[in-house]
Each structure stands twice: as structure tokens, then as C-alpha cells.
């Protein structure tokens, strides 16, 4: 939840909602919109 709240906390003003999915084996993806804009899969990090 800490990801969440940093977020919230850097774009209050930005956006509208927050919606946080469960993924398995580590998947953390962020999209915007339904686009992919960060994959922790492909850079191996997360942001």
C-alpha cells in the first residue's frame, strides 16, 4: 500500500481514481488509461 499512497500523494491533483490489482510472481505493472506505462517485468526494478 506504501506505492499507493505515493502516488496518491505525487498526483492527487491528477487523477481522478487509484485502482490497485493483485498480480502473481512478482508482476507490477502501472497503466494509465489501460495503456502499459511501466512493467517491473521488463526493466527487472521496480520504478
Known sequence: MRVAHEI???YQH???ALT???GD???FDVK???TLIYS??????FP
Not at 40 to 45: D, I, L, S, Y
Request: without cysteine; hydrophobic residues 40%; aromatic residues 0%.
Open 8 to 10: 496518491m500523494s505525487e
Open 14 to 16: 491528477q487523477m481522478v
Open 20 to 22: 490497485l490489482l493483485p
Open 25 to 27: 510472481k512478482g508482476i
Open 32 to 34: 494509465v488509461n489501460g
Open 40 to 45: 517491473k517485468h521488463a526493466t527487472g526494478r
